[in-house]
């Protein structure tokens, strides 16, 4: 099966505070994605990588940047943490058409 | 990517047939339609699309207008698990180079599956 893990399930950090969110896949899958979710807003994009080092933005990429130095590994930044950056973080991947793999999810609390 | 329209909520009572509507009438003719849909705490899980023919797999029936306008996804025997919110998404086929190959999700359909 196909699976996709982010890194942690919750984390609490204080505003103006660096975090990383990790995700990786082991399905050697070109596109990567990392969505923030929340309540009445559905999931947004905010940025997407369909190649090792390559990136794009995605609907809501302000206040976040990431990273993909592996195939398999694609890291959401925020720089310095605000507490409207308080959400869930979805990652996802995929090889091809069709199906998108999600991860659990990581839920961001910023104080 | 075309814009959906799907109603916020639904109800279905389990066993019977859940049909969940979705608009796209600004689809362009190479533009798939796929179905995914998130149970609580979980991430989104794929379903089924399509291009403008019908298609079954395991999981539900997605019937395509033959105007590709609007879509149909099926749960022939709805059950308790499948109380989710159900994303109605188009967008272009994949191997697209560059960025392409995003997938931009709505707000979804709370469907409630009852006793």
């Known amino acids: 099966d196909v699976k996709v893990t982010q890194s942690s399930r919750y984390l609490v950090k204080r505003t103006g505070e660096k975090v990383f969110l990790e995700c990786v896949q082991d399905m050697d899958h070109e596109n990567m994605f990392w969505y923030r979710q929340d309540p009445g807003l559905g999931l947004r994009l905010i940025y997407f990588?369909?190649?090792?080092?390559?990136?794009e933005k995605g609907d809501i990429p302000e206040g976040y940047s990431v990273s993909r130095e592996k195939k398999e590994r694609f890291s959401l930044i925020l720089e310095s943490a605000s507490t409207n950056q308080t959400s869930m973080y979805l990652c996802?991947?995929?090889?091809?058409?069709?199906?998108?793999?999600f991860g659990e999810g990581s839920r961001l609390t910023v104080l | 990517d075309a814009k959906t329209t799907q109603p916020p909520s639904m109800d279905c009572a389990e066993g019977r047939a859940a049909n969940l509507p979705c608009n796209h009438s600004?689809?362009?003719?190479?533009?798939?339609v796929y179905w995914y849909r998130q149970i609580h705490s979980q991430g989104p899980q794929y379903i089924i699309h399509g291009l403008k023919n019908n298609e079954t797999n395991e999981m539900a029936s997605l019937i395509i207008t033959e105007d590709r306008k609007s879509s149909t996804l099926i749960l022939p025997h709805a059950t308790l698990r499948d109380t989710a919110v159900y994303y109605c998404i188009v967008r272009v086929a994949w191997g697209l180079t560059g960025g392409g190959n995003k997938l931009t999700f709505g707000t979804g359909t709370q469907l409630k599956v009852e006793l």
């Open positions: 600004t689809i362009s003719g190479n533009e798939y």
């Open positions: 990588s369909y190649d090792v080092k390559m990136k």
């Open positions: 996802a991947s995929t090889g091809g058409p069709g199906e998108l793999f």
